[in-house]
């Protein structure tokens, strides 16, 4: 049964609360590489490294990553707003959004951005669905950390134009 209008409201207002880094999410359909922005993701479990990520059904990144079984995320700095908006405002289907961006591949072949905080290659290991999304829980394989600068961390003011 639907929730009452105002009871969906204080939940989403709560949920506001939450603290999020902002990433780009990186993934493959062969050598085929694509990227999006993504704020919901958080650490899991230790042992074995793991994340979730949740990744809306109706992105481009969701199918590539079904079929790779894998993702890359960039963690982005907090001067990398515009690279956030960058990987947000259009779909890897129809632009390549990797074009004129520095970027290497993670031992299991998705993009990574050169100019990053940090970075994790993750194989899925599971998948839930929560209403349109997918979580998709990757195990980190891989991983390095760049600089002592702080992570960029998810305001969504400064993105009204990108999710509009
Ligand atoms: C700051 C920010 C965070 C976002 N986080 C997510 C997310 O966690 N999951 C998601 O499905 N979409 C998220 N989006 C939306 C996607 O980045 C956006 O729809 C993108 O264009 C999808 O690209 P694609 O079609 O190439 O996969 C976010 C957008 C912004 C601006």
Known sequence: MD?????????????????HGVYVLGTRRGRQMTA???????????????????????????????ESATFS??????????????FAETSGEYHDKLLGIPYGLSPSGSPV?????????????????????????????AGESYGPDYPLLYDPTEYEEALS
């Open 3 to 19: 929730r009452p209008e105002q009871d969906r409201d204080a939940i989403l207002g709560a949920l506001a609360n939450l603290t």
């Open 73 to 86: 995320l960039s963690v982005l700095r907090e001067d990398q707003v515009d690279l956030a908006t960058h």
């Open 113 to 141: 951005l050169l100019d990053c905080l940090a970075y994790l290659d993750c194989k899925v290991l599971d998948t839930a669905r929560a209403g349109a999304h997918t979580v998709f829980i990757g195990e980190a394989i």
């Open 36 to 66: 999006m922005t993504a704020a919901w993701v958080t650490r899991i479990s230790e042992r074995p490294p793991c994340v979730a990520v949740a990744v809306r059904e109706d992105r481009y990144t969701h199918g590539l990553i079904l």
